[in-house]
């Protein structure tokens, strides 16, 4: 599974940008997105399971970000809105083979990763 993420770029604080994650292949797995600031660690951000029924958030993003899926266009989106200087990362998504209707949230379950997309959020 390759996963190719695309939508990051400079956006003024108070904007919104859409993130997209790309699968080849048909991924009937749990997807997640995940940010990585300058000197810190890779982080959750939220995830999604197989049919987009359910969504995990990390509690501080809860409200402004939202992550859905389109399976017939083997595609996940996340959603940002209200952006601070504070959410500039890269943003990974990454797909969780042995998750179908769940939501992990741990780094360590995920199986794929896609090579990141820049936030960058200024003042």
């Known amino acids: 599974v390759q996963l190719v993420e695309s939508g990051g770029g400079l956006v003024q604080a108070g904007g919104s940008l859409r993130l997209s994650c790309v699968a080849s292949g048909r991924t009937f797995y749990a997807m997640g997105w995940f940010r990585q600031a300058p000197g810190k660690e890779r982080e959750f951000v939220g995830s999604?399971?197989?049919?987009?029924?359910?969504?995990d958030y990390v509690d501080s993003l809860k409200g402004r970000f939202t992550i859905s899926r389109d399976n017939a266009k083997n595609t996940v989106y996340l959603q940002m809105n209200s952006l601070k200087p504070e959410d500039t990362a890269l943003y990974y998504c990454a797909a969780d083979k042995t998750a179908t209707w769940d939501t992990p949230s741990r780094l360590a379950l995920y199986d794929y990763w896609g090579k990141g997309t820049l936030v960058t959020v200024s003042s």
């Open positions: 999604i399971n197989w049919s987009g029924s359910r969504t």
